[in-house]
């Protein structure tokens, strides 16, 4: 694949940190960031889970320090009594059987969605669409509850999702190249803390087995999977 010289650039910066501490990787991340927008900046870990047992799969919420920097588009599937609550606490939008009616129609404006335990047996018919695009309400996920106008202020303000994928790898969004690195830092420990306490206890051999930080546009720095060989910051 050709790259552009701004890539090159790019690669160049961060390679000589080779595999170094959270902080100083997204230091160098920020000063190598070529992109004429706001990067998001992510983390991956590849974890030594097997995700074909369902007792070592792992999926949950956390809230970010510092947010995400992600302004998120959020639908609320409910029964009328909870639209006011919804609306107030941000929701995009807001609907029962109209709304379903409209994602079955194929509209997908929207990056998450919050429905009430009662309207869920009605998205059977929808399970195909919605759960290929990991949109469908999960209880695990926080976005199955009675509690929605919490639900919808949380999420709004950066609370975020984790689940591994088939290869046991977690891609998790940390914020933005324009916020400091010490925030993206303490969004990154969060997230760190989380992922280490949620080892599943049938997961052999190595559990953290690496950890990359990246931007949008910008190559991975590889760090430390232990604490103990982080720098002081």
């Not at 106008?149 to 190249?177: A, M, P, T, W």
Request: some cysteine; aromatic content about 6%.
């Amino acid at each position: 694949m050709k790259r552009s010289k701004a890539y090159k650039a790019s690669v160049d910066a961060v390679k000589e940190a080779g595999v170094t501490s959270p902080l100083d990787a997204l230091k160098k991340i920020k000063e190598a960031s070529f992109a004429k927008f706001d990067e998001t900046v992510e983390v991956h870990f590849k974890l030594g889970i097997d995700p074909r047992h369902a007792d070592q799969q792992l999926r949950g919420t956390l809230v970010l320090p510092h947010g995400s920097g992600r302004s998120l588009t959020i639908a609320v599937l409910a029964p009328e009594s909870y639209h006011s609550d919804a609306q107030l606490a941000g929701a995009d939008y807001v609907g029962d059987d109209d709304l379903i009616e409209k994602i079955q129609s194929g509209w997908l404006g929207f990056d998450l969605l919050i429905a009430t335990p009662d309207v869920m047996r009605k998205l059977g018919k929808l399970g195909k669409v919605l759960g290929s695009k990991g949109l469908m309400p999960n209880p695990k996920s926080g976005t199955v509850t009675k509690d929605v106008g919490s639900v919808v202020k949380e999420f709004k303000s950066g609370k975020i999702e984790y689940r591994n994928d088939k290869q046991g790898l977690i891609h998790v969004i940390i914020g933005k190249c324009s916020f400091s690195a010490e925030q993206l830092y303490d969004n990154f420990s969060t997230i760190h803390q989380t992922i280490s306490k949620a080892k599943p206890a049938k997961s052999k051999g190595t559990y953290m087995q690496s950890i990359a930080l990246c931007s949008t546009m910008g190559p991975s720095v590889f760090i430390e999977t232990l604490e103990s060989k982080w720098k002081e910051r």
